[in-house]
């Protein structure tokens, strides 16, 4: 049996679905945000701990190659001494063997057998001793490739907190945790891996063809910590904005109902004094909750046509509707207008509609106190999203700044490799820049960088992306590009800075020339591979003399 409710409950229950259903309706645009935010979130923490582990890696393989090439130069002076070239010379075994205890990281090859034997986790640098043009054996200096140069690694690469593992062959020889020994994660290739009951993300390098190679293990409990963290900051955030809403919806209920009750019986009566000012605060914390103008404009819409009981309403900018609710004919003269101050390029106007015998005095003043708010939540929102763009862009050249530019390259990079389309970098430097400065002051050096960022805005596609990655150094990315497209336009801007000019006091011409570093993408390489081979091109182009182009396909180190 139906048990009948009371006009009470009736009213109660009433006002608690109207809130249900406004939270509803934001669940979608809100969680979407969340979502998004999160996923992005979750992007920039992964990729800051794969750039410390490849910049850790970089620095350890760096370190490892001066290592290498000191031994070469240490075997070299070697085979050049008597008492070396001696004892090969007659095969005397027992005086090499007492050369080697003295110097217990060199060996000799003689007469087919090495004295003495090889250290284990060494690595030979080998060279001939020859005299008098005659090969008389092979001497080998050996650079220890164990916990001993694996510490000396570890200074070498400042690290934070990834851990260092030397390979050999796939099999770890030091810095391994827990004891485990296979590391079989593709070279230059981030990886989750499970070693030792915890989970690492994993980068290397092979540093030697004979299957040498460094990695960097970053513990995943580090980056997924913050991750989980801003999730639970996240999912608060869209609870209590839920929460908010729903609680808006709650409290306009009975000016929606009554105007539902209302409708064809004359004026509707005022909001109460409690009501005006629980529905201004609920909807002024509703607008804090959102920094996106997209998901404020129609909150600020609905609350107020609901809140003043209006029978419609729209927002217009520049006499344009972007936006309405309810009834809304052609407006005219009763129409409510109310400013909301600048949205975009234009005025953005509230236009209320006024139900049956228009608005009261406490309506309307109820109408432009939810303005007041609407106004400052969308200013708000306007300012936050100009400190998010000067998070990525330069302020002097308005270019995307390094942050940026690396986020899209890294992107592309993933994009090329999809579907194998072509991708090329220019890298250029502004040659002698700090004379500019010196001569002129930093004043004409800022008009000289902006003069260099207009001329690259002009040159390039609507598809490439130019950034000044700082200081005096600028880059282009160009998607469905090759190396030689990548350097055409590279000869193009050179000769094009070459030509500009910007006027310094006295009425001098002040002109740059610019040094260009080109490569293109290749399977199995990163974004910051790839800048690191179009920097080592710029160099070699500065070292040619500067205002020159210089194109590589592969890290000159």
Same mark, same amino acid.
Not at 226 to 236: E, G, K, Q, V
């Given at each position: 049996?139906?048990?009948?409710?009371?006009?009470?409950? &009736?009213?109660?229950? $009433?006002?608690?679905?109207?809130?249900?259903?406004?939270?509803?309706?934001?669940?979608?645009?809100?969680?979407?945000?969340?979502?998004?935010?999160?996923?992005?979130?979750? /992007?920039?923490? /992964?990729? *800051?701990?794969?750039?410390?582990?490849?910049?850790?890696?970089?620095?350890?393989?760096?370190?490892?190659?001066?290592?290498?090439?000191?031994?070469?130069?240490?075997?070299?002076?070697?085979?050049?001494?008597?008492?070396?070239? *001696?004892?090969?010379?007659? @095969?005397?075994?027992?005086?090499?063997?007492?050369?080697?205890?003295?110097?217990?990281?060199?060996?000799?090859?003689?007469?087919?057998?090495?004295?003495?034997?090889?250290?284990? @986790?060494?690595?030979?640098? $080998?060279? %001939?001793?020859?005299?008098?043009?005659?090969?008389?054996?092979?001497?080998?200096?050996?650079?220890?490739?164990?916990?001993?140069?694996?510490?000396?690694?570890?200074?070498?690469?400042?690290?934070?907190?990834?851990?260092?593992?030397?390979?050999?062959?796939?099999?770890?020889?030091?810095?391994?945790?827990?004891?485990?020994?296979?590391?079989?994660?593709? &070279?230059?290739? @981030?990886?989750?891996?499970?070693?030792?009951?915890?989970?690492?993300?994993?980068?290397? #390098?092979?540093?030697?063809?004979?299957?040498?190679?460094?990695?960097?293990?970053?513990?995943?409990?580090?980056?997924?910590?913050?991750?989980?963290?801003?999730?639970?900051?996240?999912?608060?955030?869209?609870?209590? $904005?839920?929460?908010?809403?729903?609680?808006?919806?709650?409290?306009?209920?009975?000016?929606?109902?009554?105007?539902?009750?209302?409708?064809?019986?004359? $004026?509707?009566?005022?909001?109460?004094?409690?009501?005006?000012?629980?529905?201004?605060?609920?909807?002024?914390?509703?607008?804090?909750?959102?920094?996106?103008?997209?998901?404020?404009?129609?909150?600020?819409?609905?609350?107020?046509?609901?809140?003043?009981?209006?029978?419609?309403? /729209?927002?217009?900018?520049?006499?344009?509707?972007? +936006?309405?609710?309810?009834?809304? *004919?052609?407006?005219?003269?009763?129409?409510?207008?109310?400013?909301?101050?600048?949205?975009?390029?234009?005025?953005?106007?509230?236009?209320?509609?006024?139900?049956?015998?228009?608005?009261?005095?406490?309506?309307?003043?109820?109408?432009?106190?939810?303005? #007041?708010?609407?106004?400052?939540?969308?200013?708000?929102?306007?300012?936050?999203?100009?400190?998010?763009?000067?998070?990525?862009?330069?302020?002097?050249?308005?270019?995307?700044?390094?942050?940026?530019?690396?986020?899209?390259?890294?992107?592309?990079? /993933?994009?090329?490799?999809?579907?194998?389309?072509?991708?090329?970098?220019?890298?250029?430097?502004?040659?002698?820049?700090?004379?500019?400065?010196?001569?002129?002051?930093?004043?004409?050096?800022?008009?000289?960088?902006?003069?260099? *960022?207009?001329?690259?805005?002009?040159?390039?596609?609507?598809?490439?992306?130019?950034?000044?990655?700082?200081?005096?150094?600028?880059?282009?990315?160009?998607?469905?590009?090759?190396?030689?497209?990548?350097?055409?336009?590279?000869? %193009?801007?050179? +000769?094009?800075?070459?030509?500009?000019?910007?006027?310094?006091?006295?009425?001098?011409?002040?002109?740059?020339?610019?040094?260009?570093?080109?490569?293109?993408?290749?399977?199995?390489?990163?974004? %910051?591979?790839?800048?690191?081979?179009?920097?080592?091109?710029?160099?070699?182009?500065?070292?040619?003399?500067?205002?020159?182009?210089?194109?590589?396909?592969?890290?000159?180190?």
């Amino acid at each position: 049996m139906r048990i009948p409710l009371s006009g009470e409950h &009736a009213r109660l229950l $009433s006002r608690l679905r109207l809130g249900l259903a406004f939270a509803a309706i934001s669940l979608v645009p809100l969680g979407t945000a969340a979502v998004l935010l999160g996923l992005s979130s979750d /992007r920039t923490e /992964r990729q *800051g701990a794969d750039l410390r582990a490849e910049s850790a890696v970089r620095l350890a393989a760096i370190e490892l190659v001066q290592k290498l090439n000191a031994a070469d130069q240490t075997a070299a002076a070697l085979a050049r001494l008597p008492e070396v070239q *001696g004892p090969l010379r007659r @095969h005397d075994r027992a005086a090499l063997a007492r050369y080697a205890a003295q110097h217990p990281s060199v060996a000799f090859t003689s007469g087919g057998a090495r004295v003495p034997r090889i250290p284990r @986790h060494g690595i030979p640098r $080998s060279t %001939s001793v020859v005299a008098a043009g005659h090969a008389l054996g092979r001497i080998s200096v050996f650079v220890p490739f164990d916990e001993q140069m694996l510490g000396m690694l570890r200074r070498a690469a400042h690290l934070s907190d990834e851990r260092l593992v030397l390979v050999r062959n796939g099999r770890a020889v030091a810095g391994a945790p827990n004891g485990a020994a296979a590391l079989t994660v593709p &070279a230059k290739t @981030h990886r989750r891996i499970e070693l030792g009951g915890k989970r690492y993300r994993a980068f290397g #390098v092979q540093v030697l063809p004979t299957g040498e190679a460094i990695y960097a293990l970053t513990p995943a409990a580090r980056i997924d910590a913050p991750i989980h963290r801003r999730h639970r900051i996240l999912a608060l955030a869209l609870l209590t $904005s839920l929460l908010a809403l729903g609680l808006i919806g709650f409290a306009v209920a009975p000016a929606v109902l009554a105007t539902v009750r209302g409708r064809g019986r004359g $004026s509707q009566p005022p909001p109460t004094p409690e009501e005006v000012r629980e529905v201004s605060a609920l909807i002024g914390h509703a607008l804090e909750a959102t920094h996106d103008p997209k998901a404020l404009l129609p909150v600020i819409l609905e609350a107020t046509v609901q809140a003043t009981r209006a029978r419609g309403g /729209r927002l217009l900018v520049d006499g344009e509707e972007i +936006l309405r609710r309810g009834a809304v *004919g052609a407006g005219g003269a009763d129409a409510l207008d109310i400013d909301l101050g600048l949205h975009g390029d234009g005025a953005l106007i509230l236009e209320l509609i006024p139900p049956r015998g228009g608005f009261s005095a406490e309506t309307r003043e109820l109408a432009h106190s939810l303005a #007041v708010q609407a106004a400052t939540a969308l200013e708000n929102a306007r300012l936050h999203g100009i400190v998010q763009r000067q998070a990525v862009t330069d302020e002097l050249t308005e270019l995307p700044n390094r942050r940026r530019f690396m986020e899209t390259l890294e992107a592309e990079v /993933r994009r090329a490799e999809r579907f194998g389309a072509p991708l090329g970098l220019v890298l250029f430097d502004l040659d002698d820049f700090k004379l500019v400065n010196d001569r002129h002051g930093h004043q004409v050096g800022d008009l000289v960088l902006k003069k260099a *960022g207009e001329v690259l805005l002009e040159r390039i596609r609507e598809v490439d992306l130019a950034g000044r990655l700082g200081g005096e150094e600028f880059a282009v990315l160009l998607p469905g590009t090759d190396l030689a497209g990548a350097v055409s336009l590279a000869e %193009s801007l050179r +000769l094009a800075l070459g030509e500009a000019a910007v006027l310094a006091a006295g009425g001098e011409d002040v002109r740059v020339t610019a040094s260009f570093g080109v490569t293109e993408h290749s399977r199995e390489r990163t974004g %910051s591979d790839l800048l690191a081979v179009a920097d080592g091109a710029l160099y070699q182009a500065k070292d040619a003399g500067k205002n020159a182009v210089v194109a590589l396909t592969h890290d000159p180190l």
